[in-house]
């Protein structure tokens, strides 16, 4: 899970999502659809946004040198 927060991207992949989640793959994106998990569709993608994914989770988001993103 550390590995995927420290890359410094802005978003995660639904598949992400799910392995930092602890959930399976159609579980996430059954979330995903239903609204429950924030991301947005570009395309025929689903990506799902780092910090808004972490402030729904009430986690403080971090870039990859450790500083604290707002």
Do not use: K, N, Q
């Not at 992949?13 to 979330?31: H, Q």
């Amino acid at each position: 899970m550390a590995a995927l927060v420290a890359r410094g991207r802005l978003t995660y992949t639904v598949d992400e999502a799910a392995e930092l989640l602890g959930v399976s793959r159609g579980a996430a994106y059954a979330a995903v659809r239903a609204g429950h998990v924030p991301a947005e569709r570009i395309g025929r993608r689903w990506v799902v946004p780092c910090a808004r994914f972490h402030a729904w989770l009430g986690e403080p988001v971090r870039s990859s040198t450790g500083a604290r993103v707002r």
